[in-house]
């Protein structure tokens, strides 16, 4: 199928009014003169559905199943992510305008603003992808697209284990945090998994909880009867409407939250989270950005200090409010998994981590997890 035809159809259908429909398409291509067989036009028709009102020539690759991650660079530079680390496809575009072209057209409907006064954007499309698109020239190279696809269903916490993401060892003491209501920080860099371990503890939680989910695109469905989920918004064309993770932290507290979830903390909603976790809202979970657990402290008092939060108070709080660390790493060939399970400890009036549980067995702060276990009434010999 050729550009000039994908052009042709795409200015019928918007003369005629005509969705993208199978019949709107259809009755384009005849008025083309395009002839084929039943088998031939329904692939035609599926390739044309794609290029008129879908991800194009993406639209294949998404739909995969072992699919995580589809990304842009270029109009000739594609790359995909089938969970073993990213492969070089062998998709072009006609031009830096086509993938503009095709940002714009998956963004309909999202309610999210791209232009040169925005050149960037963070939005969850229709099916739970995930898209994030800079335009040029913050993009050097052309129009940039990195799209996260999510699974149809959370991952479960035995399906980790069974694909060697946590063992089962640590599987016993990830079960203990959650059903004993401790507060958890998942850690990790980028794609390590921080989301997938998130979405797969909460998939442990009493199914009698109110959770209130606050992202700022929406990424997680836990598989729970009685979930609240906020979703951040950015400013509208005049500037205004802008919702913050903050904003909804704050709404999130009046919501009687069993369990408060933010999905990723980046910047001053940490002081209202760690307000919430120190008043009674026990159980919370967030996942943070850190190279290792002993980070953490660190990169908590930086997220904090613009906002105003002083290094005494941020260290207090985080000693108080949080219990556990799970940290998450991806090797070399792109298998993601829990490398350790660490306590806050306090030490001269500074939060520090220390290893509980590392994939070799109980680590130096397994004795102080036993304990947080035991005083919450929960089962203490999950750690080894």
């Given at each position: 199928?050729?550009?000039?035809?994908?052009d042709?159809?795409?200015?019928?259908?918007?003369?005629?009014?005509?969705?993208?429909?199978?019949a709107?398409?259809?009755?384009?291509?005849r008025?083309?003169?395009?002839?084929?067989?039943?088998r031939?036009?329904?692939?035609?028709?599926?390739?044309?559905?794609?290029?008129?009102?879908?991800?194009?020539?993406?639209?294949?690759?998404?739909?995969?199943p072992?699919?995580?991650?589809?990304?842009v660079?270029a109009?000739?530079e594609?790359?995909?992510?089938r969970?073993?680390?990213?492969?070089?496809?062998?998709v072009?575009f006609?031009?830096?305008?086509?993938?503009?072209?095709?940002v714009?057209?998956?963004?309909a409907?999202?309610?999210?603003?791209?232009?040169?006064?925005?050149?960037?954007?963070?939005?969850r499309?229709?099916g739970?992808?995930?898209l994030?698109?800079?335009?040029?020239?913050v993009?050097?190279?052309?129009?940039?697209?990195?799209?996260?696809?999510?699974?149809?269903?959370?991952f479960?916490?035995?399906e980790?284990?069974?694909?060697?993401?946590?063992?089962?060892?640590?599987?016993?003491?990830?079960?203990?945090l959650i059903?004993?209501r401790l507060?958890?920080?998942?850690?990790?860099?980028?794609?390590?998994?921080?989301?997938?371990m998130?979405?797969?503890l909460?998939?442990?939680?009493?199914?009698?909880?109110?959770?209130?989910?606050?992202?700022?695109?929406?990424?997680?469905?836990?598989?729970?009867?009685?979930?609240?989920?906020?979703?951040?918004?950015?400013?509208?064309?005049?500037?205004?409407?802008?919702v913050?993770?903050?904003?909804?932290?704050?709404?999130?507290l009046?919501?009687?939250p069993?369990r408060?979830v933010?999905?990723?903390?980046?910047?001053?909603?940490v002081?209202?989270?760690l307000?919430a976790l120190?008043?009674g809202?026990?159980?919370?979970l967030?996942?943070l950005?850190?190279?290792?657990?002993?980070?953490?402290?660190?990169?908590?008092?930086?997220l904090?200090a613009?906002?105003?939060?002083?290094?005494?108070?941020?260290?207090a709080?985080?000693?108080?409010?949080?219990?556990?660390v799970?940290?998450?790493?991806r090797?070399?060939?792109?298998?993601?998994?829990?490398?350790?399970?660490?306590?806050?400890?306090?030490?001269q009036?500074?939060?520090?981590?220390?290893?509980?549980?590392?994939?070799a067995?109980?680590?130096a702060?397994?004795?102080?997890?036993?304990?947080?276990?035991?005083?919450?009434?929960?089962?203490?010999?999950?750690?080894p």
């Amino acid at each position: 199928m050729n550009a000039d035809l994908v052009d042709r159809v795409r200015a019928r259908l918007v003369e005629g009014g005509a969705g993208a429909t199978a019949a709107g398409v259809a009755a384009a291509l005849r008025a083309e003169g395009v002839v084929c067989g039943d088998r031939d036009l329904a692939a035609l028709l599926r390739a044309m559905q794609d290029e008129v009102a879908g991800a194009g020539p993406l639209a294949p690759i998404l739909r995969e199943p072992h699919v995580t991650d589809v990304l842009v660079n270029a109009p000739d530079e594609v790359w995909v992510d089938r969970g073993a680390g990213l492969t070089r496809l062998d998709v072009r575009f006609r031009d830096d305008a086509a993938v503009r072209a095709l940002v714009t057209r998956l963004l309909a409907g999202s309610g999210r603003r791209l232009d040169t006064a925005q050149p960037w954007v963070d939005a969850r499309l229709t099916g739970g992808v995930r898209l994030h698109a800079v335009l040029p020239p913050v993009a050097r190279r052309g129009t940039t697209i990195s799209l996260r696809v999510q699974r149809p269903r959370p991952f479960t916490l035995a399906e980790l284990v069974e694909c060697g993401t946590a063992t089962p060892a640590m599987a016993r003491v990830l079960q203990a945090l959650i059903s004993t209501r401790l507060a958890v920080i998942v850690t990790g860099g980028t794609a390590s998994g921080k989301t997938t371990m998130l979405s797969a503890l909460l998939g442990l939680a009493d199914p009698g909880d109110r959770v209130v989910v606050v992202e700022d695109a929406a990424e997680l469905a836990p598989d729970l009867p009685h979930v609240v989920a906020l979703e951040a918004r950015t400013a509208n064309v005049d500037g205004a409407g802008t919702v913050t993770l903050r904003d909804l932290v704050r709404q999130a507290l009046r919501m009687r939250p069993d369990r408060l979830v933010v999905g990723e903390t980046r910047g001053a909603e940490v002081i209202d989270l760690l307000a919430a976790l120190n008043t009674g809202h026990e159980g919370g979970l967030t996942t943070l950005h850190a190279n290792s657990p002993g980070d953490v402290p660190a990169r908590i008092e930086a997220l904090a200090a613009p906002a105003g939060l002083q290094r005494e108070a941020v260290h207090a709080q985080l000693i108080a409010g949080v219990q556990a660390v799970v940290h998450l790493r991806r090797r070399t060939d792109g298998v993601r998994l829990v490398s350790e399970i660490g306590v806050l400890t306090r030490a001269q009036s500074v939060a520090s981590v220390v290893p509980a549980m590392t994939a070799a067995g109980p680590a130096a702060g397994a004795a102080r997890l036993r304990t947080l276990l035991a005083d919450r009434g929960g089962d203490a010999g999950a750690v080894p």
